[in-house]
T-cell receptor, first 114, second 114 residues
Framework: KAGVTQTPRYLIKTRGQQVTLSCSPI?????VSWYQQTPGQGLQFLFE???????NKGNFPGRFSGRQFSNSRSEMNVSTLELGDSALYLC?????????????FGPGTRLTVT | GDSVTQMEGPVTLSEEAFLTINCTYT??????LFWYVQYPGEGLQLLLK?????DKGSNKGFEATYRKETTSFHLEKGSVQVSDSAVYFC?????????????FGKGTKLTVNP
């Protein structure tokens, strides 16, 4: 079974631009979560989607948004990029349900904002 | 709120040494607990998990036991190898209103020398 895939793997953007990252979950997984990883803040939860609905959102500004499609693929968008948005963005998928199932991570998208 | 505390790194060991990485958590209820490992330039890989008190998770020679009384989930390995060099993250799975999210510790960098 194929793992979680993320595209692109690397991205360089300029301040003020916007960016869209894509995530394809493991087949059969309906929950997709996004995390931001930085050296200073560590791993922080961005949001979780299940059946095309955002079920939870972390403490990030409104510039960070996402969506999920009917095939469970998900995208996240960051508008008006800031230098501090430089990070590794990780997507994870799960069967989801009552806290019993583990989340499987993709390789991440390394975003650099200049 | 829920949180995870890991021992500060970095940890440097010689090959075949015994490894312990301490992890304690604060949470309401009894969340599932996980250890993830991250190799340079990669995403997170699930190493092991435990879903209830006294459960022992194990994989690739690593073990961790869910201790409710001490709210701990320490990672151990009897004999480390150079290939175990990586960053290790302890995490709990928080559920809220049907949503799930992982709460991570800061990570512990392990270097194993030949």
């Amino acid at each position: 079974k194929a793992g979680v895939t993320q595209t692109p793997r690397y991205l360089i953007k300029t301040r003020g631009q916007q960016v869209t990252l894509s995530c394809s979950p493991i087949s059969g997984h309906r929950s997709v979560s996004w995390y931001q990883q930085t050296p200073g803040q560590g791993l922080q939860f961005l949001f979780e989607y299940f059946s095309e609905t955002q079920r939870n959102k972390g403490n990030f500004p409104g510039r960070f948004s996402g969506r999920q499609f009917s095939n469970s693929r998900s995208e996240m968008n960051v508008s008006t990029l800031e230098l501090g948005d430089s990070a590794l963005y990780l997507c994870a998928s799960s069967l989801a349900g009552q806290g019993r199932y583990e989340q499987y991570f993709g390789p991440g998208t390394r975003l650099t904002v200049t | 709120g829920d949180s995870v505390t890991q021992m500060e790194g970095p940890v440097t060991l010689s090959e075949e040494a015994f490894l312990t990485i301490n992890c304690t958590y604060t949470a309401t209820g009894y969340p599932s607990l996980f250890w993830y490992v991250q190799y340079p330039g990669e995403g997170l890989q699930l190493l092991l998990k435990a879903t209830k008190a006294d459960d022992k998770g194990s994989n690739k020679g690593f073990e961790a036991t869910y201790r409710k009384e001490t709210t701990s989930f320490h990672l151990e390995k009897g004999s480390v190898q150079v290939s175990d060099s990586a960053v290790y993250f302890c995490a709990l799975l928080k559920t809220q209103g049907g949503s799930e999210k992982l709460v991570f510790g800061k990570g512990t960098k392990l270097t194993v020398n030949p």
